[in-house]
């Protein structure tokens, strides 16, 4: 994997692995709430068009609609936008998808504050909503690698899916052999001084945060945690046991996703390690033109995790500065 | 039509209200409004309309899920032992349909959504060919009250989604009160035609005029709905005046001059 930044990009990993997967599983079919090209699936309208439905601007009836097909044998991959996939519709989501336990995948596009849409356009909630809903798996991946096996492993999932995707230019962090898992959250590194947990887009700050922290003498681990739910807490257990301090970093509120997540795990242990939670602290993100100045305004920049370690772990004197990163075009790289 | 027809399906309409009566009486209340307003539409679908293991029922007020268990013995789809556990703790006869309710395809009781799975079984009927299947999905004038309701049905005009016929069950009742005191929905009819639904607004406990309206519907060469007006206090005379039809208390010697009504009138 490439553990530093700036990471090259791709384009449209999800809609290229998602007619990988239709062209092999004939009872999927594609739901778009008009956003058809911004989530990547003008790819499979153009393969199957018999299997495309476009449900227009009505969330509510297109959820409720996908859960009556997956009742008949067909696996209904719903697509718009994160925030506009489990705010609008989730009543339709607990009621006509998972208390029957039904193969929805919701698919939801342009996490946290990657959007400068402003409040109405930014999925800062959707872990916590998808997180409370009973049989519910939560998902929160960024890099292309993942997203492609991210894609073909959700396949077989018996109960309803939420994936949270990043739009646009996806980087690449890890290799094609790269291992993706359900049940198992990913150890990147072990770090006896801190471990930061990152899912989504804050892996690629978590690993850079990591590589400045190393520089300054701490040791410092990352685990990779694409699946939020169900919580690998054996892994969590473990890479908190043998840490003297923990960070969670996530774009997405402090309450509800990842970080309340860790933090039920390591209660419920009895670890009683210091933790710190990178993500918006309870607060909208307004006045934007681009996300990284979200990202550096509301305390999700690579700084910021770097400064969480820091102080979880009482070190004496300024942290660590993380290095600017020049991003050419067309490449990636974390606040 | 032949008065014999007319006279069973009647006979049906007032089973649906004894097994009701029967369901409801040992709690002392519950939703036996329902099932007085929609006994005659129910009746005539199940036995003009509805095909067991062929078509497909949806419920979309859950409160209504009685009405379906009281028709499911004669359907094959219910044990007739089974409808003494209506709304008793561990039973699959839950008061507000379940994923456990029996008889219907899909009920749920956050209101508004069943039309919306309606339309998924009718995208579902289409995509695997079965051109046949009806879909039908009881639903009431309060839920016209809900977005998605009006989603889903310009979805259906949209998409032609002609093996639709909603069953509308305009009882003019919600908790608070009368519909028509707390929102106008009329004109009905001429909404859902607006959204291009062919739209048939009957007496709803007129059993010629509902099985007529369900020809037709059946018929139609759009999604249709068939408007039945109806009261929830329909069919059993000896209810007091001013009966709370969305929940209705019953007790004692009034549980036993509906059952005598309704057996007298069945004999």
Redesign the interface.
């Known amino acids: 994997m490439r553990n530093l930044p700036p990471y090259p990009t791709v384009l449209k990993p999800y809609g290229r692995a998602f007619v990988e997967l239709a062209r092999r599983r004939r009872e999927i ?1 594609c739901l778009s709430g008009d956003l058809t090209r911004q989530t990547e699936i003008d790819l499979f309208q153009e393969e199957f068009p ?2 495309f ?1 476009h ?2 601007m ?1 969330e ?2 297109m ?7 997956a ?4 696996m209904p991959f719903v697509h718009t936008f994160g925030v506009f996939a489990t705010r609008r519709p989730l ?2 989501i ?3 998808v998972a ?2 336990k039904l193969p929805v995948r919701i698919v939801g596009f342009m996490p946290g504050v990657s959007s400068p849409g402003g409040p109405s356009h930014q999925a800062i909630d959707d872990v916590a909503l998808m997180r409370a809903v009973p049989n519910m798996t939560v998902i929160d991946v960024a890099d292309a690698t993942e997203i492609t096996l991210a894609v073909a492993a959700i396949a077989d999932v018996p109960g309803p899916v939420y994936l949270r995707l990043k739009r646009g230019e996806i980087p690449v962090i890890f290799d094609e052999d790269h291992e993706f898992s359900l049940a198992h959250a990913h150890v990147v590194s072990r770090g006896q001084d801190v471990t930061l947990f990152a899912s989504g887009m804050m892996l690629s700050a978590a690993l850079a945060a990591a590589q400045t922290l190393s520089d300054a003498g701490v040791s410092a681990g990352v685990v990779n945690v694409p699946v939020i739910k169900p919580l690998d807490r054996a892994t969590v257990i473990a890479a908190a046991a043998g840490s003297r301090a923990l960070v969670t970093a996530e774009n997405h509120s402090i309450i509800g996703g990842l970080g309340s997540a860790v933090a039920e795990v390591i209660a419920e242990e009895g670890l009683g390690r210091r933790l710190r939670r990178v993500g918006l602290n309870d607060t909208f993100a307004e006045g934007a033109q681009n996300a990284p100045w979200l990202f550096k305004k509301y305390g999700l920049a690579t700084q910021d995790v770097v400064d969480a370690a820091w102080s979880a772990l009482d070190r004496e004197g300024p942290a660590p500065l993380a290095p600017v990163v020049v991003t050419p075009p067309g490449e990636y790289a974390p606040v | 039509m032949q008065s014999t027809r007319i006279e069973e399906m009647q006979r049906a309409a007032d089973l649906l209200r004894l097994r009701a009566v029967r369901m409801v009486a040992p709690h002392g209340f519950g939703y036996l409004g329902q099932v007085l307003s929609s006994a005659e539409l129910m009746a005539v679908t199940f036995a003009e309309g509805f095909r067991p293991g062929v078509d497909e029922l949806v419920v979309s007020p859950g409160h209504y899920i009685i009405v379906a268990y009281a028709a499911g013995p004669e359907l094959g789809l219910l044990d007739e032992a089974q409808l003494e556990s209506y709304g008793r703790d561990g039973s699959a006869l839950e008061a507000i349909g379940t994923e456990s309710s029996p008889v219907v395809s899909i009920t749920g009781g956050s209101l508004g959504q069943g039309l919306s799975s309606a339309l998924g079984l009718a995208l579902a009927a289409r995509l695997s060919g079965r051109s046949e299947q009806r879909i039908f999905a009881l639903v009431s004038d309060g839920e016209l009250e809900e977005g998605q309701v009006w989603e889903a049905a310009l979805f259906a005009g949209h998409h032609v989604l002609d093996n639709v016929v909603v069953l509308l069950d305009a009882n003019d009742s919600q908790v608070d009160g009368p519909v028509s005191s707390i929102t106008t929905l009329e004109p009905i009819a001429a909404k859902w035609e607006s959204f291009g639904w062919s739209a048939f607004d009957v007496d709803g406990h007129d059993v010629a005029a509902l099985s007529e309206a369900l020809a037709q519907a059946l018929a139609s060469p759009r999604p249709a709905v068939i408007i039945a007006r109806t009261s929830t206090s329909t069919g059993l005379h000896c209810l007091p005046e001013g009966a709370d039809g969305h929940f209705i208390k019953i007790s004692g010697e009034l549980i036993d001059a509906a059952i005598a009504e309704l057996e007298v009138r069945r004999a």
Do not use: E, K, T
């Not at chain 1, 959820?63 to 097909?69: N, T």
């Open positions: 079919l018999d299997r439905i449900a227009g009505a509510a009836n959820i409720s609609m996908a859960g009556a097909l009742r008949r044998g067909f009543d339709q607990i009621n006509s208390y029957p």
